[in-house]
């Protein structure tokens, strides 16, 4: 079986459904996972300076008060699932150049893991996911060519594997990630519980012996 996953390194529920599906198919042997890139913003500067409490505030439209609440209730539910984010540590910026360099990653059949390792250094580690360096020790990190890695870095290299992954999202219809397609046939959107991460995976199975 094959669930195909849009998702972005800066999104909280990314990080938490990727654990839900984890769980989900803990015991399975049969099951691919690819990513696909997608910007929650497209618009957000390389480097947002200032916490992310006063990002939602200033940039998404939410008061002061309610982005606290939102911070609070999106911590809980990592926690919930094994992650603990640090808020406070965020530093927020464009996704565009760490997308690029997941294209890399997943050509070299390193893509899952790139992807894991920059929301972790992002949600976890407080990490800016736009500093060429850092960038180059993630890549490394998971075997990949640190020249070639830094040429993608200076270019616009992947760039179209990029688009072509936002534009397949569009032509799906998905408007928000994390978002789940299972063997070309049921999409699920969100961090969904593990229960019906399950659900879907018997479904698949079951049509499969129709």
Known sequence: MKIEVWSDFVCPFCYIGKRHLEEAIKDRSDIEIEFHSYELDATAPEKYEGKMKDYFADHKGMGTEKAHAMIHQVTQMANDAGLNYHYDAIQ???????????????????????????????FIEGKWLNDDDFLVHLATTIGLNEERTREVLASDAYLDAVRSDQTQAAQIGIQGVPFFI?????????????????????????????
Request: net charge neutral; charged share 30%; aromatic share 12%.
């Open 92 to 122: 927020h910026g464009n996704t565009l150049k760490p997308h690029r360099l997941f294209q890399f990653a997943k050509e070299q059949g390193k893509g899952n893991e790139f992807m894991e390792l920059a929301k972790k250094a992002y």
């Open 182 to 210: 299972f063997d070309e046939q049921y999409g699920v959107s969100g961090a969904q519980p593990v229960e019906l991460f399950k659900q879907v995976l018997a479904e698949v199975d079951a049509k499969k012996l129709d």
